[in-house]
């Protein structure tokens, strides 16, 4: 393995290369409509977790953890929205009276 690692041609994804002998790889490249997705998945998984679990007059809140790092192309609001809108009727017929979506850098979208 470590002949090969020095010598053989490296295939990969994104930024695969070899570096003082080592293979590294970068993170995979994702279309934006790919990244958006993902994250909006993401939202409205956490969504449907959390949305039933809720007593009369609580908050909600969802720490969306590393999204930052994903959101270059699009804003947080623009995905937050989007995840919203698919699960709508649960937020409807949830406990919760309003929630709140933040990431790492503190940029967050509420709604109630």
């Known amino acids: ?3 090969l690692n020095q010598s053989a ?3 990969g994804l994104a930024s695969t290369r070899r570096k003082n002998g080592k293979i590294i790889s970068g993170l995979p490249v994702k279309s934006f409509e790919e990244e958006f997705e993902a994250c909006r998945q993401g939202l409205v998984m956490a969504f449907k977790r959390k949305l039933g679990r809720g007593v009369k007059g609580c908050r909600l809140l969802i ?3 590393g999204y ?3 959101m270059m192309d ?3 609001e ?3 929205i989007s995840a919203i809108e698919l699960v709508q009727a649960e937020i409807a017929n949830s406990a919760f009276e309003a929630y709140y ?3 790492e850098r503190n940029k ?3 709604a109630s």
């Open 1 to 3: 393995m470590e002949a």
């Open 9 to 11: 041609v490296v295939h």
């Open 63 to 65: 720490h969306a953890r």
């Open 68 to 70: 930052d790092f994903h």
């Open 74 to 76: 699009f804003s947080f």
């Open 78 to 80: 623009e995905v937050a």
């Open 101 to 103: 979506i933040v990431d």
């Open 108 to 110: 967050y979208f509420f």
